[in-house]
Structures are given as structure tokens and as C-alpha cells.
């Protein structure tokens, strides 16, 4: 979600987009307001799937991963 909950992009854990939703007040603004959103709202949903892909991988493993590279 961008800061201001105008732009909000959900994902998988597998980092899919699933949903994007774009307030219609944030239309009529200048395009680098519009980009900005978008990307602040992806970057947000890769880290909270990222996160999620983290917890669920630790979960199955137990914890075994930690410390490991690229785990």
C-alpha cells in the first residue's frame, strides 16, 4: 500500500501480483504522484511477501534455515 492508501497491491508469497487497486482521487494527479504510489505499493507487497515466504519456509523447516545463504 502507498503511504497515503491511495495505490494498494496485494501478492502471493510467491511473489505473484494478485490485485491492484488504484483510488480514483489519485487519477487526476500529475503522473509522477500516480508512479510514485504504484511503486511504493509494490515494493511494500514484495516485502510483506517476502515475509511471508520467510515465516512459512520456517515453519515447514523448523527453523533449519537460518543462517543459511540464500534461505
Known amino acids: 500500500m ?5 495505490c494498494k497491491v496485494v501478492m ?3 511473489m505473484k501480483t494478485q490485485n491492484v487497486e488504484i483510488d480514483e482521487t489519485l ?6 504522484v500516480i508512479e510514485n504510489a ?3 505499493a509494490v515494493n511494500n507487497a ?8 520467510a515465516k512459512k519456509l ?3 523447516t523448523g527453523g533449519l534455515t537460518d543462517g543459511l545463504p540464500g534461505f
Request: charged share 30%; no cysteine; glycine share 4%.
Open 2 to 6: 502507498s503511504a497515503n492508501g491511495a
Open 12 to 14: 502471493t508469497a510467491d
Open 27 to 32: 487519477l487526476s494527479s500529475e503522473a509522477y
Open 38 to 40: 504504484i511503486k511504493v
Open 46 to 53: 514484495l516485502e510483506d511477501a517476502k515475509d511471508t515466504s
Open 58 to 60: 520456517k515453519a515447514v
